[in-house]
């Protein structure tokens, strides 16, 4: 495992086992799958302000979101689950938003094409294939 999120990583390197934290490295993974997620998002909301469309569902699920993994505070692998799939269910309704106002809506970029798997092995291998790592 290496840690990308956490700021309280020992000597400020990143954790490369266990976190320091705490955490274990299926939900590092999961956290690294939601930004991910974010990101192809992300590409939606950029094209969305270019067409007119500014979502505040997008915009505030996506702090949110993001704190999710900043902050340590809930190692629930469920609860990131819930957040990735929540993360592209909103992805797909800005991109009809941004669709529907003229935007460019047809991006190939894989962060803003992923879709989850709805377990937490296939969100598990998915994440192995992301990092080209063995699966957890």
Same mark, same amino acid.
């Given at each position: 495992?290496?840690?990308?999120?956490?700021?309280?990583?020992?000597?400020?390197?990143?954790?490369? !086992?266990?976190?320091?934290?705490?955490?274990?490295?299926?939900v590092a993974a999961l956290q690294?799958?939601?930004?991910?997620?974010?990101?192809?998002?992300? &590409?939606?909301?950029?094209?969305? @302000?270019?067409?007119? &469309?500014?979502?505040?569902?997008?915009?505030?699920?996506?702090?949110?979101?993001?704190?999710?993994?900043?902050? !340590? &505070?809930?190692?629930?692998?469920? @609860?990131?689950?819930?957040?990735? !799939?929540?993360? &592209?269910?909103? @992805?797909?309704?800005?991109k009809g938003k941004v669709k529907?106002?003229?935007?460019?809506?047809?991006?190939?970029?894989?962060?803003?094409?992923?879709?989850?798997?709805? !377990?937490?092995?296939?969100?598990?291998?998915?994440?192995? @294939?992301?990092?080209?790592?063995?699966?957890?």
């Open positions: 495992m290496f840690c990308y999120q956490c700021e309280q990583t020992a000597k400020g390197e990143g954790c490369s !086992n266990i976190g320091v934290c705490g955490k274990q490295p299926d690294d799958l939601l930004v991910y997620a974010l990101k192809g998002l992300s &590409v939606y909301a950029l094209e969305g @302000r270019k067409a007119g &469309v500014n979502d505040r569902e997008a915009n505030v699920f996506t702090v949110e979101a993001l704190f999710s993994t900043l902050t !340590n &505070v809930d190692f629930d692998p469920q @609860r990131f689950v819930a957040l990735i !799939n929540k993360c &592209v269910e909103i @992805r797909e309704k800005l529907a106002a003229g935007g460019k809506s047809d991006y190939a970029e894989a962060a803003a094409i992923f879709q989850p798997e709805q !377990n937490l092995e296939g969100l598990y291998c998915a994440y192995a @294939r992301l990092r080209q790592v063995p699966v957890l």
